[in-house]
């Protein structure tokens, strides 16, 4: 894929999931869905925890944010889950 192919599909998510106009977006590509469920679900728990710092939450005494799937979810999304919980990303 090129650089140009990989910023346009990027354009579209962004579009497609009325992201901020404002911020600048950023992807990747990946070779199987299990990455881009795990880069995604990176993405949230780094995004809630921008948004929790700027709105002065105390990320470590406060509740959490959930991630809500359905019974026919990608078995990694609780793997992807379950990093929120650890320290191994830096949440401390």
């Not at 780094?46 to 990320?59: C, H, Q, S, T």
């Not at 509740?63 to 026919?72: D, F």
Request: aromatic share 8%.
């Amino acid at each position: 894929m090129t650089p140009a192919l990989e910023n346009r599909c990027v354009s579209i998510l962004q579009d497609l999931w009325h992201a901020n106009p404002d911020e600048e977006p950023m992807g990747t590509s990946t070779v199987g869905s299990s990455e881009a469920c795990m880069l995604g679900g990176l993405s949230m728990l780094f995004r809630w925890k921008a948004l929790a710092d700027a709105a002065g939450v105390d990320r470590f005494t406060a509740r959490r944010p959930n991630l809500v799937i359905s019974s026919g979810y990608q078995v990694c999304w609780g793997s992807s889950a379950a990093i929120g919980t650890s320290n191994a990303f830096g949440t401390s």
